[in-house]
Nanobody
Framework: QRVLEESGGGSVQSGGTLRLSCAISGFKYSSRCMAWFRQGPEKEREGVASLESINDDERTDYLDSVKGRFTISQDKAKNTFYLQMDNLKPADTATYLC????????????????????WGQGTQVTVSS
């Protein structure tokens, strides 16, 4: 059973907006670390944004290059988390993947990937100049 399912990718022009969704299923833990990663052509995977949700407390972390442009959030009722991407740039072109695990986020976004065990399959985002 797939735990995470991404949607919302597409092609936009520079300066455009997209919102990615990550629907969660079969994940029973209420305390969780949720994150978005991306992998561009011939590039290593990098962490983009994370959201730690412990009871009613939330803590976010962002890649420097997306601060002020991207926002990670969740809708607990829908068991879904999001990545709102504004003012997109060609450098943001990549396959975006969501990931989750129980408990707090154990690392900063730059090194969080190896600590998360549940991953989606990815959605493509293409930004043209």
């Amino acid at each position: 059973q797939r735990v995470l399912e991404e949607s919302g990718g597409g092609s936009v022009q520079s300066g455009g907006t997209l919102r990615l969704s990550c629907a969660i299923s079969g994940f029973k833990y209420s305390s969780r670390c949720m994150a978005w990663f991306r992998q561009g052509p011939e590039k290593e995977r990098e962490g983009v944004a994370s959201l730690e949700s412990i009871n009613d407390d939330e803590r976010t972390d962002y890649l420097d290059s997306v601060k002020g442009r991207f926002t990670i959030s969740q809708d607990k009722a829908k068991n879904t988390f999001y990545l709102q991407m504004d003012n997109l740039k060609p450098a943001d072109t990549a396959t975006y993947l969501c990931a989750i695990d129980f408990g707090p986020c154990m690392k900063p976004i730059q090194s969080l990937g190896r600590t998360l065990n549940y991953w989606g399959q990815g959605t493509q985002v293409t930004v043209s100049s």
